[in-house]
């Protein structure tokens, strides 16, 4: 992703969007705390670690595992997304008992109750729809079309830290650090409106793609029609012949990643002369953004393409078009007709998974989505004490000097830009755990009984709690991820970094097992998420969140020239015979991956201070830290999912992820790895980037 920041791929659950479950899970014996130590059980010893270290570190788990009917994805992760999940729910049932009245922790047992609600949603059917519904049905001609479209324009995506370029609405709004001026906010314009994951599946011409493509129209003519629309099937080709259109305009995902195309300035005056067709005015009116001169499109040509396109359609197409993607916008919170529908396009055609969630489930999914702290506060309470908090930022501080004594050692590296490199990792702020501040929910509106509603309220409040963002000034203490999202994330223009309590936990990070573990585990997460700051993406933010390289010409150069053999030995690397990784897209996660694991490396042999660290199980402490990297990757992925993954994703497969090891020699060092073995580098091809 964006330089996709987020370690994992998991779960990226927008509010409507799509599922795109990817996340991993568990161990043959559960993550359970019995469980302290390497899985020795889950390995494979059949299988040589130079052939293929993955399945050396997970091959029995594999084989012994199967996904669960409601994922699309198993693995160390979902274990934990599906522990926390647990606790999620627990915590807001004893809210519901305990809260009192109006504070943020009663709103989100009111919000869970009427998610849960299902026989109030049953007989309100469609009602709570219509209002929606009857409005496009109202639209006379373009201009309230374009109000129609700025009024849905949302805070839905994030190029940066999330990395979220998907939004359902024809174009998303992030505001972040301007990238020219950190100080002050910016409102960010992304391409979006399409009801697949990416321009991908409306324009490879692979037969799958075609098969999927017929899919997802026999969906929407189905959506229309338990809506009781006429004509379902001829809308649905018409709505599918638009998206395509739209589909054409975007751009891909790589080109996404490039931030040096995508600071586009454009004055309001320039949508006019830049992008003619879309009454911007309406549209902005609309989107309560009239007042803001100064936007930064992300996407000029889907922005270009899309005003041309509300030129040249029929109008009637766009209002199909609008009350398709109103009904799925809605589903999750309409009756079991709509969900059980989407869910059969989102869940099982595009990610493979047989089995809706159980509703409990999806409610606390729902409930994070729309009170992230509020939930979150209650998460952090419980189950992140202070004693934890302490050793994760100790193991951060350890990280943060192997990180500082890897730029002091770089050969290649000019010294000016090892003094900025040095300047910038002194400034890094770290987030562990939680927020210092909450944020605060006292403009949310919960009513019970009203689950479409509340979804709605919590889309438009926090759509408002960004726009206030403009004019104001930069809040460097705001998170990105709630504490009870199980992954990790660099916030590259707040040079800052959060890592969330729920990833702060066995088996990655435990505090009742040998400290060389967490390292190989949780001290790769941190240094992945540490050499952010500083590689290809990073290279172009400065200390102070400054779009701006402060790398020589020639370091740069070293640094892309290593990154092209990294990138060519992801291409290389084939998750079905069809399909390879691309090592473009997914360059950036992957360079961080091998410098987490160097660096985690490193700073774990600094606390041992020279002394001899004890063999365990027969394993060497070298073996043990590679082996508890190899398996806090383990994860098995349905084929649907992980082909959209490799399509969609800024990260690799888990697998190839955990293969990276190849590049350390340490790793050779540890598991007498020879030439010939299939996971085997010359020394001379071993990537070092750091
Ligand atoms: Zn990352």
Same mark, same amino acid.
């Given at each position: 992703m964006t330089a996709p920041r987020v370690l994992r791929a998991l779960l990226v659950t927008a509010l409507p969007a799509l599922v795109l479950t990817i996340a991993p899970a568990r161990s043959a014996r559960t993550a359970t705390a019995a469980d302290h130590g390497i899985d020795l059980a889950g390995m494979d010893r059949a299988v040589k670690p130079g052939d293929d270290f993955f399945r050396y570190a997970n091959g029995t788990w594999l084989k012994a595992t199967p996904i669960p009917p409601d994922r699309a994805s198993y693995g160390t992760a979902d274990v934990l997304v599906e522990l926390t999940d647990r606790r999620v729910a627990d915590l807001i049932h004893e809210a519901a008992r305990t809260a009192p009245a109006g504070s943020d922790a009663h709103k989100v047992a009111d919000y869970y109750a009427t998610f849960m609600d299902e026989s109030t949603i049953e007989k309100l059917g469609l009602k709570p729809l219509e209002p929606a519904l009857a409005a496009i049905a109202a639209i006379k001609d373009r201009r309230e079309l374009a109000r129609a479209l700025g009024s849905s324009l949302r805070a839905d995506v994030d190029a940066l830290n999330n990395t979220n370029y998907y939004t359902d609405h024809v174009l998303g709004l992030w505001v972040a650090q301007?990238?020219?001026?950190?100080?002050?906010?910016?409102?960010?314009?992304?391409?979006?409106?399409?009801?697949?994951?990416?321009?991908?599946?409306?324009?490879?011409?692979?037969?799958?793609?075609?098969?999927?493509?017929?899919?997802?129209?026999?969906?929407?003519?189905?959506?229309?029609?338990?809506?009781?629309?006429?004509?379902?099937?001829a809308k649905a080709a018409r709505i599918m012949d638009l998206e395509l259109r739209i589909a054409q305009s975007h751009e891909t995902r790589v080109a996404s990643e490039d931030v040096t195309k995508a600071n586009n300035h454009w004055s309001r005056d320039d949508f006019e002369k830049r992008a003619p067709g879309l009454d911007w005015a309406a549209f902005f009116a609309a989107a309560g953004l009239e007042s803001q001169n100064d936007f930064v499109v992300w996407h000029p040509g889907a922005v270009t393409g899309l005003a041309?396109?509300?030129?040249?359609q029929p109008l009637a197409t766009w209002k199909d078009y609008l009350t398709f993607h109103a009904l799925e916008h809605a589903a999750p919170y309409l009756p079991q007709a709509f969900v059980a529908e989407r869910f059969g396009f989102h869940g099982k055609t595009l990610a493979g998974t047989p089995e809706l969630r159980a509703r409990w489930k999806r409610a606390v999914s729902e409930t994070n989505d729309a009170l992230g702290e509020a939930v979150g506060k209650l998460y952090a309470e419980r189950y992140f004490p202070p004693e934890e908090k302490a050793r994760a930022q100790?193991?951060?501080?350890?990280?943060?000097?192997?990180?500082?004594?890897?730029?002091?050692?770089?050969?290649?590296?000019?010294?000016?830009?090892?003094?900025?490199?040095k300047a910038k990792l002194a400034s890094l702020k770290v987030g562990v755990g939680y927020p210092d501040h909450w944020r605060n929910y006292s403009g949310l509106e919960v009513v019970r009984g009203d689950a479409l509603g509340n979804a709605e309220r919590v889309e438009l409040f926090e759509y408002h709690r960004n726009l206030r963002k403009l004019g104001q000034p930069v809040d460097r203490d705001e998170w990105a991820m709630t504490p009870q999202t199980v992954d990790a994330v660099n916030l590259p223009a707040m040079n800052a970094l959060n890592f969330p309590a729920a990833i702060l936990q066995p088996p990655y990070f435990d505090p009742k097992r040998a400290v060389v573990l967490d390292y190989g585990a949780?001290?790769?997460?941190? @240094?992945?998420?540490?050499? =952010?700051? *500083? !590689?290809?993406?990073? /290279?172009?933010? +400065?200390?102070?969140?400054?779009?701006?390289?402060?790398?020589?010409?020639?370091?740069?150069?070293?640094?892309?020239?290593? @990154?092209?053999?990294?990138? =060519?030995? *992801? !291409?290389?690397?084939? /998750?079905?015979? +069809?399909?390879?990784?691309?090592?473009?897209?997914?360059l950036s996660e992957n360079i961080a991956d091998v410098a987490g694991l160097v660096v985690a490396y490193d700073a774990?042999?600094?606390?041992?201070?020279?002394?001899?660290?004890?063999?365990?199980?027969?394993?060497?402490?070298?073996?043990?830290?590679?082996?508890?990297?190899?398996?806090?990757?383990?994860?098995?992925?349905?084929?649907?999912?992980?082909?959209?993954?490799?399509?969609?994703?800024?990260?690799?497969?888990?697998?190839?992820?955990?293969?990276?090891?190849?590049?350390?020699?340490?790793?050779?060092?540890?598991?007498?790895?020879?030439?010939?073995?299939?996971?085997?580098?010359?020394p001379a091809d071993r990537v070092r980037l750091w």
């Amino acid at each position: 992703m964006t330089a996709p920041r987020v370690l994992r791929a998991l779960l990226v659950t927008a509010l409507p969007a799509l599922v795109l479950t990817i996340a991993p899970a568990r161990s043959a014996r559960t993550a359970t705390a019995a469980d302290h130590g390497i899985d020795l059980a889950g390995m494979d010893r059949a299988v040589k670690p130079g052939d293929d270290f993955f399945r050396y570190a997970n091959g029995t788990w594999l084989k012994a595992t199967p996904i669960p009917p409601d994922r699309a994805s198993y693995g160390t992760a979902d274990v934990l997304v599906e522990l926390t999940d647990r606790r999620v729910a627990d915590l807001i049932h004893e809210a519901a008992r305990t809260a009192p009245a109006g504070s943020d922790a009663h709103k989100v047992a009111d919000y869970y109750a009427t998610f849960m609600d299902e026989s109030t949603i049953e007989k309100l059917g469609l009602k709570p729809l219509e209002p929606a519904l009857a409005a496009i049905a109202a639209i006379k001609d373009r201009r309230e079309l374009a109000r129609a479209l700025g009024s849905s324009l949302r805070a839905d995506v994030d190029a940066l830290n999330n990395t979220n370029y998907y939004t359902d609405h024809v174009l998303g709004l992030w505001v972040a650090q301007s990238l020219d001026d950190p100080t002050r906010y910016a409102p960010f314009l992304l391409q979006g409106g399409l009801g697949m994951p990416d321009r991908t599946y409306y324009l490879d011409g692979a037969a799958q793609m075609a098969q999927t493509r017929a899919q997802y129209h026999a969906h929407i003519a189905r959506m229309l029609a338990l809506a009781h629309l006429a004509n379902a099937d001829a809308k649905a080709a018409r709505i599918m012949d638009l998206e395509l259109r739209i589909a054409q305009s975007h751009e891909t995902r790589v080109a996404s990643e490039d931030v040096t195309k995508a600071n586009n300035h454009w004055s309001r005056d320039d949508f006019e002369k830049r992008a003619p067709g879309l009454d911007w005015a309406a549209f902005f009116a609309a989107a309560g953004l009239e007042s803001q001169n100064d936007f930064v499109v992300w996407h000029p040509g889907a922005v270009t393409g899309l005003a041309a396109l509300i030129a040249s359609q029929p109008l009637a197409t766009w209002k199909d078009y609008l009350t398709f993607h109103a009904l799925e916008h809605a589903a999750p919170y309409l009756p079991q007709a709509f969900v059980a529908e989407r869910f059969g396009f989102h869940g099982k055609t595009l990610a493979g998974t047989p089995e809706l969630r159980a509703r409990w489930k999806r409610a606390v999914s729902e409930t994070n989505d729309a009170l992230g702290e509020a939930v979150g506060k209650l998460y952090a309470e419980r189950y992140f004490p202070p004693e934890e908090k302490a050793r994760a930022q100790a193991m951060v501080s350890n990280l943060i000097v192997a990180f500082g004594r890897r730029i002091d050692q770089l050969s290649w590296m000019a010294p000016e830009t090892r003094a900025k490199a040095k300047a910038k990792l002194a400034s890094l702020k770290v987030g562990v755990g939680y927020p210092d501040h909450w944020r605060n929910y006292s403009g949310l509106e919960v009513v019970r009984g009203d689950a479409l509603g509340n979804a709605e309220r919590v889309e438009l409040f926090e759509y408002h709690r960004n726009l206030r963002k403009l004019g104001q000034p930069v809040d460097r203490d705001e998170w990105a991820m709630t504490p009870q999202t199980v992954d990790a994330v660099n916030l590259p223009a707040m040079n800052a970094l959060n890592f969330p309590a729920a990833i702060l936990q066995p088996p990655y990070f435990d505090p009742k097992r040998a400290v060389v573990l967490d390292y190989g585990a949780t001290g790769a997460t941190i @240094g992945h998420e540490i050499s =952010h700051s *500083f !590689d290809d993406q990073g /290279a172009l933010f +400065d200390a102070s969140g400054k779009l701006h390289n402060w790398w020589t010409q020639d370091d740069l150069a070293h640094f892309r020239a290593e @990154g092209a053999r990294l990138a =060519h030995e *992801f !291409d290389q690397y084939h /998750a079905f015979p +069809d399909l390879a990784v691309n090592g473009q897209q997914t360059l950036s996660e992957n360079i961080a991956d091998v410098a987490g694991l160097v660096v985690a490396y490193d700073a774990y042999h600094l606390t041992l201070h020279g002394q001899p660290a004890p063999v365990v199980d027969g394993l060497s402490v070298d073996q043990q830290f590679f082996l508890s990297y190899a398996q806090s990757w383990r994860d098995k992925l349905r084929e649907p999912a992980l082909r959209e993954l490799v399509i969609s994703d800024g990260h690799a497969p888990s697998e190839f992820r955990a293969d990276t090891v190849r590049n350390l020699d340490a790793w050779y060092a540890a598991f007498e790895v020879k030439p010939g073995e299939r996971l085997y580098l010359a020394p001379a091809d071993r990537v070092r980037l750091w």
